[in-house]
């Protein structure tokens, strides 16, 4: 007898089939009740901030004020939460040319303008100044400060010299800082690539804690809030999304405090238990993580970077993502492919003074091929480049499925994450 499960595949989603006798179940994030007027759950957030003042308080006319907003990696509602902390710059005598969007991309690449315009909305583009932050480009960047751990803090330019800097973003589960959000749209969003890597590093990334849905004792949290810090005021306007996308809540206000009330209220329906370890996990990944390898591993890194792992070591995760972007831009694949090894790739960036970028990535990802396998079902990457990846390439997730039962056995259990990045799973036994 079979099981029909149905996972994200980018914009999209398939259908699996499963033995039923094998499935221990589908984990995914619990239905919420979604409001009716997504706007006004928004707009009560800013008029409620938590530890701050609102803005027409906290702006006055004559400052300089950044507005730091995601890129394309993310599936945040920019274009719908920018009008409401404009109309409240705007209430407040803030004029439109003193008002700069940037980009948190972060390590990213560059977006196109019609990327920008997508995001952020025609009006916006046309109105206001509006730029990608680069990381690399040091004219853009300026020097505030370093961090208690040592860490040199650059910024953008336009962030560093604002009065006032108002950080969006949404609140989801993240492989290193728990959770994204908050002081995130600083570093990495706005930050050198020496901020990054330095934030980024090897220790950073094999401590413990530096884990999804963690905050408590997180290296990496600590170093993100410690940096945003030196950028004070940083009045923060996050939203949380339901596994459909839509918005169902949203807080404002302090970077920290508002912060762990939107953690809160995200746990209470991405954190899922689960009964026990899996031979086999399904992970799907949904648009926009899926639009590349860097990204879409969090498919199988949230199956491994938990208190308690739900995969059992030596088992197999099958990842379905389109990536359409292919491996994605930087070193990822280059520090990948030139090792023999997924062990090799860890050992070389936890050489003494190791300095790359993308050497987290290649890290998360070498660590979780030396814990079990990756089976990964995709349209957008060669199965040579896969291969080079150190991953195993399938055509469909059945073929994939059916290779790991013959690799596992035929009584393996299986569990199904279908949008696996956007889900806590929480194992609940030993």
């Known amino acids: 007898m079979s099981k029909a499960c149905t996972i994200f595949?980018?914009?999209?989603?398939?259908?699996?089939?499963?033995p039923a006798q094998n499935l221990i179940g589908v984990i995914e994030p619990r239905e919420v009740d979604v409001p009716q007027d997504e706007t006004a759950v928004m707009r009560d957030a800013l008029l409620n901030p938590i530890g701050l003042p609102a803005l027409k308080e906290l702006a006055l006319p004559g400052q300089k004020v950044a507005i730091v907003v995601d890129d394309n990696t993310r599936p945040t509602p920019t274009a719908r939460m920018l009008p409401l902390i404009l109309a409240e710059l705007q209430q407040a005598g803030v004029r439109d040319e003193d008002i700069t969007i940037v980009f948190a991309n972060g390590a990213h690449r560059q977006q196109t303008r019609e990327e920008q315009?997508?995001?952020?909305?025609?009006?916006?583009?046309?109105?206001?100044?509006?730029?990608d932050h680069n990381c690399h480009d040091r004219s853009q960047l300026s020097y505030m400060g370093a961090t208690a751990s040592g860490t040199p803090v650059h910024v953008n330019h336009f962030v560093a010299g604002a009065d006032l800097r108002i950080l969006t973003g949404l609140i989801k589960p993240h492989c290193q800082a728990g959770y994204s959000g908050g002081g995130k749209a600083i570093l990495p969003g706005v930050s050198s690539i020496e901020t990054i890597i330095a934030d980024h590093n090897y220790e950073s990334i094999i401590h413990p804690k530096a884990i999804f849905g963690v905050i408590d004792g997180n290296p990496m949290r600590r170093a993100i809030e410690e940096a945003a810090h030196l950028l004070a005021p940083c009045f923060i306007l996050n939203v949380i999304l339901d596994r459909d996308k839509h918005i169902v809540d949203a807080v404002a206000g302090d970077m920290i405090r508002a912060h762990r009330v939107g953690v809160q209220k995200l746990d209470r329906f991405v954190r899922v238990p689960v009964p026990e370890a899996a031979d086999i996990i399904v992970a799907g990944c949904s648009h926009p993580t899926s639009?590349?390898?860097?990204?879409?591993?969090?498919?199988?890194?949230?199956?491994?970077?938990?208190i308690r792992p739900i995969v059992k070591r030596g088992g197999v995760i099958i990842v379905a993502a389109p990536c359409p972007e292919g491996i994605g831009d930087g070193p990822f694949y280059q520090l990948v492919r030139e090792?023999?090894?997924?062990?090799e790739v860890i050992d070389k960036v936890a050489q003494p003074g190791f300095f790359m970028h993308d050497q987290w990535e290649a890290q998360l990802w070498a660590t979780v091929l030396t814990y079990c396998q990756v089976y990964f079902v995709t349209d957008g990457i060669t199965a040579d480049r896969v291969r080079e990846?150190?991953?195993?390439?399938?055509?469909s997730v059945a073929g994939a499925l059916q290779a790991a039962l013959s690799e596992q056995g035929s009584d393996a259990r299986i569990l199904v994450v279908p949008d696996a990045p956007y889900t806590i799973p929480d194992l609940v036994t030993g």
């Open 9 to 18: 595949y980018g914009k999209e989603k398939l259908a699996v089939d499963l």
């Open 117 to 131: 315009t997508q995001l952020v909305g025609a009006e916006a583009i046309a109105r206001y100044r509006v730029c």
């Open 291 to 306: 639009v590349n390898m860097y990204q879409a591993a969090n498919a199988a890194t949230v199956c491994t970077r938990l």
């Open 339 to 343: 090792a023999a090894t997924a062990q």
């Open 389 to 395: 990846m150190k991953a195993a390439p399938y055509p």
